[in-house]
């Protein structure tokens, strides 16, 4: 028996853009935020561009990405702001991210609701990625 991988010791790489691109599609449309007075927020036309790779060397999963996202956001039926989250990179969670709102009343709104809410779900990304997809980066002995 020939064994390509001895204790899953070489780089095995696993793109996961595809996955992550539903991911938060599927996190940021599933995202409602209520500010009040029956207004609530949510998002729409997320799209995700960069790279996402799960990969294992010397036995270990590791994760590596660098994702622009975009997103609108809308307030019942109007949209009224966009989010641009320019570099979202697995050793920086300190990203930045980009609200245009012309509203100031609205962006005030936004920023005190809206965003502590999406950095929760930007933070748990990591987490879930490396939990998806380290399990199939084992090769069997």
């Given at each position: 028996m020939?064994?390509?991988n001895?204790?899953?010791?070489?780089w095995i790489?696993?793109?996961?853009?595809?996955?992550?691109?539903?991911?938060?599609?599927?996190?940021f449309?599933?995202m409602?935020?209520?500010?009040?007075?029956?207004?609530?927020?949510t998002?729409?036309?997320?799209?995700?561009?960069g790279?996402?790779?799960?990969?294992?060397?010397?036995?270990?999963?590791?994760c590596?990405f660098?994702?622009?996202i975009?997103?609108?956001?809308?307030?019942?039926?109007?949209?009224?702001?966009?989010?641009?989250?320019?570099?979202?990179?697995?050793?920086?969670?300190?990203?930045?991210?980009r609200?245009?709102c012309?509203?100031?009343g609205?962006?005030?709104?936004?920023n005190?609701?809206?965003?502590p809410?999406?950095?929760?779900?930007?933070?748990?990304?990591?987490k879930?990625?490396?939990?998806?997809?380290?399990?199939?980066?084992?090769?069997g002995?």
């Amino acid at each position: 028996m020939v064994v390509l991988n001895p204790n899953n010791w070489h780089w095995i790489d696993k793109n996961t853009l595809p996955w992550s691109k539903d991911y938060f599609n599927e996190r940021f449309g599933a995202m409602a935020v209520d500010l009040g007075e029956d207004r609530v927020v949510t998002t729409r036309s997320v799209v995700v561009n960069g790279d996402s790779n799960v990969s294992q060397r010397k036995g270990k999963p590791i994760c590596y990405f660098d994702l622009h996202i975009t997103m609108e956001v809308y307030v019942g039926d109007e949209n009224v702001a966009s989010v641009d989250i320019p570099e979202f990179m697995h050793d920086d969670m300190d990203f930045e991210v980009r609200l245009n709102c012309t509203d100031g009343g609205v962006r005030g709104e936004l920023n005190n609701e809206f965003v502590p809410q999406l950095y929760k779900l930007m933070e748990q990304y990591q987490k879930d990625l490396l939990a998806e997809h380290s399990k199939d980066l084992q090769m069997g002995a």
